[in-house]
Structures are given as C-alpha cells and as structure tokens.
Nanobody, 121 residues
Framework: QVQLAESGGGLVQAGGSLRLSCAASGSIGSINRMAWYRQAPGKQRELVAQ???????NYADSVKGRFTISRDNAKNTVYLQMNSLKPEDTAVYYC???????????????WGQGTQVTVSS
C-alpha cells in the first residue's frame, strides 16, 4: 500500500505565507509525478502545481510567481511554498502522486486526505 501524509495547512492573513508538505510512504517503486491540487467550496478540484521526474514544474496561472513546488526525491516528499496568499487561495489542498508500486509495472494515482488552507482578508 501507499500513503500520502500532508501537513502545513492553517489560517493565515492575506499577504502571509504557508508551506505545505506531503510525504509518500509504503511500497513505492518509482514516482513519476507529484502535484498539489486544491478544491474550494462549490468548485471543482484544480491543479495548482506539479513536478515531474527530471525536474520540470508547472503552475496554474493564478499562482505563478507566488507559489513554488519542490521535491525531495530521497524522502519521497513534495513541498508547496505559498507566498503572498490571497483570500481566493482558500481551499482544501490535496497532494497527488503518480507512481509505480514495488512489484507492479503500471502507474497509478494516489491522493492525500487534504489539508485546509484559509486566508483571511
């Protein structure tokens, strides 16, 4: 089995910063991609940022220049540094990993339980 454990959410004032962490554990063979998604009340889940093996990163337009995704391959951990937070960043943030389990050849998506980020104006 594979588990994704998120931490770092909370309440912050507009203009502040938070850092989210997500550690993948279990029978992991290789990780192709790690990403952060978010879902605000009444809205669909959206991709915030992703990092792909090889170092490529992508960001939603709404967070470019404010958020930075990084990955520690040795720890199977992905981070999301969020600066200059805005009230519209308020959402539940989910960690996602697209990986291959040990002993399996196919890749599959795994999700964390989500962590709440609330930005007050």
């Amino acid at each position: 089995q594979v588990q994704l454990a998120e931490s770092g959410g909370g309440l912050v004032q507009a203009g502040g910063s938070l850092r989210l962490s997500c550690a993948a554990s279990g029978s992991i063979g290789s990780i192709n991609r790690m990403a952060w998604y978010r879902q605000a009340p009444g809205k669909q889940r959206e991709l915030v940022a992703q990092t792909i093996s090889g170092g490529n990163t992508n960001y939603a337009d709404s967070v470019k220049g404010r958020f930075t995704i990084s990955r520690d391959n040795a720890k199977n951990t992905v981070y999301l540094q969020m600066n200059s937070l805005k009230p519209e960043d308020t959402a539940v943030y989910y960690c996602n990993a697209y990986l291959r389990r040990t002993g399996f050849w196919q890749l599959a998506d795994y999700w964390g339980q989500g962590t709440q980020v609330t930005v007050s104006s």
